[in-house]
């Protein structure tokens, strides 16, 4: 069974550009987590989306924003990009939302604002 | 609140045994998990806990107490390819991770 796939893998943009990520889950899985990943703040929740719906929401600003299509696959939009927001973004697959079930993290894709 | 503290780095030896201890003030508990992540490289899943316990997974143990907020992660027989980050991670009610900064493993020869 392939794993969770993210595009691209690496992307450079400057400040005020947007970018749009995508992950694809494992098949069957239907719940979608994007998370951030810096050096000082580790790894943080940004939203999961489940059955095309947004589940949980961290505390990031308006400018994080994503979606789920019907066949799960995932896309997280980051509008007026600043130099903060340079990160590694991982997503995570699951089988449901809010349940006990693993995560299962894809490569990432490592964003750089300059 | 929530807060989720581990060691920022631990040093050990080629074949020993090291404890990785995790603790957490969270707002809802449903589950902790560890994760390996390698330099660079995505997290990939360790073991899950959700009744207090050991749970045993080959030379990975995990340890759960609720009641306390606590858990730790064992490593026995070390390996070089050991050298990882760990995470510690808590799952709210609703799904949420919570995430702890990670404990920087390097194991020496």
């Known amino acids: 069974k392939a794993g969770v796939t993210q595009t691209p893998r690496y992307l450079i943009k400057t400040r005020g550009q947007q970018v749009t990520l995508s992950c694809s889950p494992i098949?069957?899985?239907?719940?979608v987590s994007w998370y951030q990943q810096t050096p000082g703040q580790g790894l943080q929740f940004l939203f999961e989306?489940?059955?095309?719906?947004?589940?949980n929401k961290g505390n990031f600003p308006g400018r994080f924003s994503g979606r789920q299509f019907s066949n799960s696959r995932s896309e997280m939009n980051v509008s007026t990009l600043e130099l903060g927001d340079s990160a590694l973004y991982l997503c995570?697959?699951?089988?449901?939302?809010?349940?006990?079930?693993?995560?299962?993290f894809g490569p990432g894709t490592r964003l750089t604002v300059l | 609140g929530q807060n989720i503290d581990q060691p920022t780095e631990m040093t050990a030896t080629e074949g020993a045994i090291v404890q990785i201890n995790c603790t957490y003030q969270?707002?809802?508990?449903?589950?902790l998990f560890w994760y390996q992540q390698h330099a660079g490289e995505a997290p990939t899943f360790l073991s899950y806990n959700v009744l207090d316990g050991l749970e045993e997974k080959g030379r990975f143990s995990s340890f759960l107490s609720r009641s306390k907020g606590y858990s730790y992660l064992l490593l026995k027989e070390l390996q070089m390819k050991d050298s990882a980050s760990y995470l510690c991670a808590v799952r709210r009610p609703g799904g949420k991770l919570i995430f702890g900064q990670g404990t920087e493993l390097s194991v020496k020869p």
């Open positions: 969270t707002s809802g508990f449903n589950g």
């Open positions: 098949s069957g899985h239907r719940s």
């Open positions: 995570a697959s699951g089988l449901s939302s809010g349940g006990t079930d693993t995560q299962y």
């Open positions: 989306y489940f059955s095309e719906t947004q589940r």
